[in-house]
């Protein structure tokens, strides 16, 4: 795939340039770190971020322990390896939390892919034989609740909705009530997607988190915008407290800035990836998945 694939060759550029016998010194390791650096770079990762990790590789690779059998380049490479997980997180992918129901509430701007992710996670839980419900609170654009209908008729997933008679806070109330009648085992809730981050948008995100206590809050950002996607996540974690981030349109980037970035600059998880227009296009984020294929 066109993913990483040229950060994975810089990599693989800089792996070659180490030499495969004696063992890493601070000389014959500057200019493959370099290479990485200028990868990293190009892959629309911030540059703190890219001097943090690869001064942490430079430390790591230079102290190590020199093992039989493992040739210099090698253990360049793990290194690499290594600390590309520890960058997107430790290892393993990061579960939504337990509850019953399990309430996911989603946020994000619009055309980031909010409202498609909704019905990819219904469906990835309905896979896990949940019981799911969606709630529609979008009552500024009736365009999106008539849009996670259809989702959820494609899906066969319930989708509960007031039109636009109420307020969001409201039908997120309501919908978690008519969860709890159909013992539902997880309610996702699509919030307002807006144009940008404004006040008006905050508020409602936290007087809806407020009024419904959700097990998990995602925000979802799309992976074609870089390092912007993770500085968001950064943003609604700070003044809304999210549990973690859903990055969309993997399939579509090349380079993988967002991916590399969101954890170390926001803090927070990416719990799923969506790779594709299709519903069933959702996966768990899995931090070493991704590193190795980064390494080829
Ligand atoms: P919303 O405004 O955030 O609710 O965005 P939508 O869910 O309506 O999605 C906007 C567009 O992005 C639609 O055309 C989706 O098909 C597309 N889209 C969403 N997720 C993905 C993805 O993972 N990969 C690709 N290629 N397209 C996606």
């Not at 290892?91 to 701007?109: R, S, T």
């Given at each position: 795939s066109?993913?990483?694939?040229k950060?994975?060759?810089?990599?693989?550029?800089?792996w070659k340039?180490?030499?495969?016998?004696?063992?890493?010194?601070?000389?014959?390791i500057?200019?493959?770190?370099?290479?990485?650096?200028?990868?990293?770079?190009?892959?629309?990762?911030?540059?703190?971020?890219?001097?943090?990790?690869?001064?942490?590789v430079e430390?790591?690779?230079v102290?190590?322990?020199?093992?039989?059998?493992?040739?210099?380049?090698?253990a360049?490479?793990?290194?690499?390896n290594?600390?590309?997980?520890?960058?997107?997180?430790?290892?393993?992918?990061?579960?939504l939390?337990q509850?019953?129901?399990?309430?996911?509430?989603?946020?994000?701007?619009?055309?980031?892919g909010?409202?498609?992710?909704?019905?990819?996670l219904?469906?990835?839980?309905?896979?896990?034989k949940?019981?799911?419900l969606?709630?529609?609170?979008?009552?500024?654009?009736p365009?999106?609740?008539d849009?996670?209908q259809?989702?959820?008729?494609?899906?066969?997933?319930?989708?509960?909705?007031?039109?636009?008679?109420?307020?969001?806070?409201?039908?997120?109330?309501?919908?978690?009530?008519?969860?709890?009648?159909?013992?539902?085992?997880?309610?996702?809730?699509?919030?307002?997607?807006?144009?940008?981050?404004?006040?008006?948008m905050?508020?409602?995100?936290?007087?809806?988190?407020?009024?419904?206590?959700p097990?998990?809050?995602?925000?979802?950002?799309?992976?074609?915008?870089?390092?912007?996607?993770?500085n968001l996540?950064?943003?609604?974690?700070?003044?809304?407290?999210?549990?973690?981030?859903?990055?969309?349109?993997?399939?579509g980037?090349?380079?993988?800035?967002?991916?590399?970035s969101?954890?170390?600059?926001?803090?927070k998880?990416?719990?799923f990836?969506?790779?594709?227009?299709?519903?069933?296009?959702?996966?768990?984020?899995?931090?070493?998945?991704?590193?190795?294929?980064?390494?080829?």
């Amino acid at each position: 795939s066109a993913m990483f694939d040229k950060l994975s060759r810089s990599v693989e550029k800089a792996w070659k340039m180490v030499s495969k016998d004696g063992k890493l010194t601070p000389e014959n390791i500057k200019e493959p770190l370099k290479e990485i650096r200028r990868a990293l770079l190009e892959a629309d990762v911030s540059l703190p971020v890219v001097r943090r990790f690869v001064k942490k590789v430079e430390e790591k690779a230079v102290g190590q322990e020199v093992i039989v059998g493992v040739t210099p380049d090698m253990a360049f490479i793990k290194t690499v390896n290594d600390e590309l997980v520890e960058l997107m997180g430790s290892k393993g992918a990061k579960d939504l939390e337990q509850g019953f129901p399990q309430v996911i509430l989603m946020a994000g701007l619009q055309g980031v892919g909010k409202t498609t992710a909704c019905g990819k996670l219904a469906l990835l839980l309905t896979k896990q034989k949940k019981k799911v419900l969606m709630v529609a609170t979008d009552v500024y654009r009736p365009a999106a609740i008539d849009q996670l209908q259809k989702l959820g008729k494609d899906i066969n997933v319930p989708v509960f909705d007031m039109g636009t008679s109420a307020s969001p806070v409201e039908i997120a109330r309501a919908g978690i009530a008519e969860a709890k009648r159909q013992k539902v085992d997880a309610v996702i809730v699509d919030t307002a997607g807006r144009l940008q981050i404004d006040d008006d948008m905050m508020k409602e995100l936290k007087d809806t988190k407020a009024a419904i206590k959700p097990t998990d809050t995602l925000l979802v950002v799309d992976a074609m915008t870089g390092q912007e996607a993770a500085n968001l996540v950064k943003a609604f974690n700070e003044q809304a407290d999210i549990s973690g981030a859903i990055l969309t349109k993997m399939d579509g980037d090349s380079r993988g800035g967002a991916a590399l970035s969101v954890r170390e600059v926001s803090g927070k998880p990416i719990k799923f990836v969506g790779v594709g227009e299709k519903m069933d296009s959702l996966e768990p984020f899995y931090p070493e998945r991704m590193a190795s294929r980064i390494l080829g």
